[in-house]
């Protein structure tokens, strides 16, 4: 290998359209994580960029949608993503978002060189053209009837029924989803860059320079180039994203695939005044973390585009991962079958590194493999607190109780082979870790820090130091046994050290609570001094133990459990799918038990409940879920405006009792004053029901 001097390491761009689920941390994020704080402790020279991609169709789509801006859009999103990164110890050394102003001229300025240096083809072609909504459309924003089976509702690339390709012509009675106007065929103009020239180069730098590469990675590579590049255009018709700089450009701006890799150049500029060392200085290695769907961006087009323009380094390596699916299911936004990283650090407080371990565990390195709860569970309860945690928490409870907190001595005169052996395990065990991280094998490094811990399980059971002291005085019997005791104590502390420098770069909460324990500094993460057993000094104290990991109940994962199917039960979109239909038929057995935080009696009694009879109800116009009720309160009749038109008819809620909260504040929805809220229970397929007396009684009695 190359004799590197500094590595910039890049993560996938994640898109600001929406907030981001486990897939994306155990793809991209977890990996690269694990690499960069692997190589810091290593004392390189590294950086790690990456931003939120702002730009595309799709954000402006959902805007259009939502009423709002693309703006509003992505700077909700950025916010949501940014924390979540931050809160999982995702340690980027910036993270920033390609609608900043340097990103913007970066982009147009890469484009502009490529231009000027004659390497795009301008091409006119004909586009499909919304002219209510007065924008181009995208083959998915054109819908019509399936000319093979007639669904009504085929996209203008693939009829999702038949699954037959399309184009936008085939369709029967096409339309736009924008706004359901017929779409018409427009002239338009657009810079192509012809990948086709780039094929030689390619198979000479990739397929002969990179036999290295991942088989997943490399394979893909090879029958994209097998099958023949075409030229792509690199522009688009819209008004959100980087303009082309070109006098001509009027309405055009670059493809968001030409845009959002600059986006680690541009993110290297904010970050650093020396960002030139990391991007054009040949002996920089070059790392890109992406998921299997940003293979063909980042092994082909992209360097192609950093080869035409001149004056980069290129990816020395694309370690890219396949797909995580959940519960033996693909993810999917659209099902809501998800979970989403901003809710499982609200439900689960303090167990980042959890997750963390979990998805590095399951990492899907060479194939997709599978996140289940249940493994989550099993996962955490052996491994984290049985093994890893348990090793740690007996070797500090040990050496409270028979080496008065503090670090016992070594004496070399009594070395049996059992610890002859466990120094040589722990030896081996950073060559193992290392080997394996340098070739990307994220779960095979783990799996050795894990199997250490273990080692260190099986060594306690062996050396029985609690049998060497009596029980009553907790002190050894003899001056030889003491000398047993402070040996295995000994070694067993030094291999909790060596544990926190190997286990930092996957779990850095916890590398983090065992410095704490140990009282040492941070310095003791440098990657050198892992397999040595001078790590703690003779004589000193140490902190009382503490858990490492808390035991994941039963109930927590059954909650998680039936918020999935819940959350998947909502409609989403209209595909019934073979989960949706498993679902459905398995019975809810467990009750969804998300407490919110205690209170007092105090808050309880500052509600005013009361008996109301519903006097009359009817529609809120242009309000699918509101209906407007006449509730006879027995002092007086209140209006009160409730959203649960989906679930009752207007009529058959006359007469029937309800309670209210009747000292809620009034609120205006859609334009009618609401006086009060009444109280309904929502089952485990999300319909309402109303909570009532079981007789009928007076109007206004209080309810407590
Ligand atoms: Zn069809």
């Known amino acids: 290998m190359k004799d590197f001097k500094r590595y910039l390491v890049t993560a996938a761009l994640p898109y600001a359209n929406g907030p981001l689920h486990i897939g994306h941390m155990a793809g991209v994020y977890i990996p690269a994580d694990i690499y960069v704080r692997y190589k810091r402790a290593r004392k390189e020279?590294?950086?790690?960029?990456?931003?939120?991609?702002?730009?595309?169709?799709?954000?402006?789509?959902?805007?259009?949608?939502?009423?709002?801006?693309?703006?509003?859009?992505?700077?909700?999103?950025?916010?949501?993503i940014k924390d979540s990164f931050e809160q999982m110890g995702i340690s980027f050394d910036i993270y920033s978002r390609t609608s900043n102003k340097v990103h913007h001229e970066t982009a147009a300025a890469f484009f502009k060189k490529m231009y000027d240096d004659g390497l795009f083809e301008e091409k006119e072609t004909e586009q499909f053209?919304?002219?209510?909504?007065?924008?181009?459309?995208?083959?998915?924003?054109?819908?019509?009837?399936?000319?093979?089976?007639?669904?009504?509702?085929?996209?203008g690339d693939q009829c999702e029924k038949c699954g037959s390709s399309l184009s936008p012509e085939q369709l029967i009675n096409p339309r736009s989803t924008l706004s359901d106007a017929v779409p018409v065929k427009r002239k338009t103009k657009h810079w192509y860059f012809p990948l086709n020239n780039y094929e030689g180069w390619l198979n000479e730098w990739l397929v002969e320079g990179h036999v290295e590469w991942k088989n997943n990675v490399y394979g893909q590579c090879k029958s994209w180039l097998d099958n023949g590049l075409q030229p792509r255009a690199m522009t688009r018709d819209s008004s959100w994203g980087v303009k082309v700089p070109l006098p001509d450009a009027e309405g055009k701006v670059l493809y968001v695939w030409f845009d959002a890799p600059i986006g680690y150049i541009s993110a290297t500029k904010e970050l650093t005044n020396d960002w030139a060392d990391y991007w054009c200085k040949?002996?920089?290695?070059?790392?890109?973390?992406?998921?299997?769907?940003?293979?063909?961006?980042?092994?082909?087009?992209?360097?192609?585009?950093?080869?035409?323009h001149g004056g980069f380094v290129l990816p020395d390596n694309v370690p890219a991962n396949e797909f995580l699916n959940?519960?033996?299911?693909?993810?999917?936004?659209?099902?809501?079958?998800?979970?989403?990283?901003?809710?499982?650090?609200?439900?689960?407080?303090?167990?980042?590194?959890?997750?963390?371990?979990?998805?590095?565990?399951?990492?899907?390195?060479?194939?997709?493999?599978?996140?289940?709860?249940?493994?989550?569970?099993?996962?955490?309860?052996s491994e984290l607190v049985s093994i890893f945690g348990n090793f740690v928490n007996r070797t500090?409870?040990?050496?409270?109780?028979?080496?008065?907190?503090?670090?016992?001595?070594?004496?070399?005169?009594?070395?049996?082979?059992?610890?002859?052996?466990?120094?040589?395990?722990?030896?081996?065990?950073?060559?193992?870790?290392?080997?394996?991280?340098?070739?990307?094998?994220?779960?095979?490094?783990?799996?050795?820090?894990?199997?250490?811990?273990?080692?260190?399980?099986?060594?306690l059971q062996e050396k029985e130091p609690w049998k060497k002291a009596s029980s009553d005085k907790l002190q050894a019997t003899s001056e030889e046994n003491q000398k047993l005791v402070d040996n295995c104590l000994h070694l067993s502390l030094q291999l909790t050290a060596n544990l926190a420098i190997l286990i930092n770069p996957f779990l850095p909460f916890t590398a983090k609570k065992m410095l704490h324990l140990m009282k040492v500094v941070d310095k003791m993460f440098d990657w050198d001094n892992a397999g040595k057993i001078k790590l703690?000094?003779?004589?000193?104290?140490?902190?009382?133990?503490?858990?490492?990991?808390?035991k994941i109940e039963d109930a927590e994962i059954s909650v998680q459990v039936e918020k999935l199917k819940a959350n998947s039960l909502k409609p989403q979109g209209t595909s019934d799918t073979k989960q949706d239909k498993t679902i459905k038929m398995e019975e809810n057995k467990s009750e969804i038990r998300n407490l919110k935080s205690?209170?007092?009696?105090?808050?309880?009694?500052?509600?005013?409940?009361?008996?109301?009879?519903?006097?009359?109800?009817?529609?809120?116009e242009k309000a699918d879920k509101l209906l407007k009720l006449e509730v006879d309160l027995g002092f007086e009749k209140r209006t009160i405006v409730s959203g649960i038109a989906l679930h009752f008819k207007p009529e058959e809620l006359?007469?029937?009792?309800?309670?209210?909260?009747?000292?809620?504040?009034?609120?205006?929805?859609?334009?009618?004053?609401?006086?009060?809220?009444?109280?309904?229970?929502?089952?485990?397929?999300?319909?309402?029901?109303?909570?009532?007396?079981?007789?009928?009684i007076n109007p206004g009695s209080s309810v407590s």
């Open 396 to 459: 500090f409870v040990l050496m409270h109780k028979l080496c008065n907190g503090k670090v016992p001595k070594l004496h070399e005169d009594v070395l049996d082979d059992i610890d002859r052996n466990l120094i040589k395990e722990i030896e081996n065990a950073k060559s193992k870790v290392e080997n394996s991280l340098e070739e990307f094998k994220f779960r095979e490094a783990l799996f050795e820090v894990i199997d250490l811990s273990r080692k260190g399980n099986k060594y």
């Open 282 to 308: 040949e002996d920089t290695r070059l790392i890109h973390f992406i998921g299997k769907d940003n293979i063909v961006f980042h092994c082909i087009i992209f360097p192609s585009m950093l080869k035409a």
């Open 536 to 550: 703690l000094s003779v004589g000193y104290s140490l902190r009382a133990p503490e858990l490492l990991f808390r």
């Open 129 to 155: 053209y919304d002219e209510k909504a007065k924008t181009f459309l995208a083959d998915r924003y054109i819908v019509g009837t399936c000319p093979v089976c007639g669904n009504e509702n085929a996209y």
């Open 326 to 381: 959940l519960e033996g299911d693909k993810v999917s936004t659209s099902r809501n079958w998800a979970v989403w990283v901003h809710e499982y650090l609200k439900d689960f407080p303090g167990c980042e590194d959890v997750l963390r371990y979990v998805l590095a565990a399951n990492m899907p390195e060479t194939k997709d493999n599978d996140f289940t709860w249940k493994d989550f569970q099993d996962r955490n309860n």
């Open 598 to 620: 205690e209170i007092v009696y105090d808050d309880f009694a500052k509600l005013d409940l009361r008996v109301g009879t519903i006097l009359a109800a009817e529609k809120v």
């Open 45 to 80: 020279d590294i950086k790690f960029v990456c931003g939120s991609d702002e730009h595309g169709v799709p954000i402006t789509i959902r805007a259009m949608k939502e009423g709002v801006s693309p703006q509003q859009i992505v700077d909700k999103y950025h916010g949501i």
């Open 654 to 696: 006359i007469n029937k009792q309800v309670v209210v909260v009747a000292n809620l504040a009034p609120r205006k929805l859609k334009g009618i004053e609401s006086n009060g809220m009444i109280l309904s229970a929502e089952d485990a397929n999300g319909k309402l029901h109303l909570i009532n007396p079981e007789n009928m």
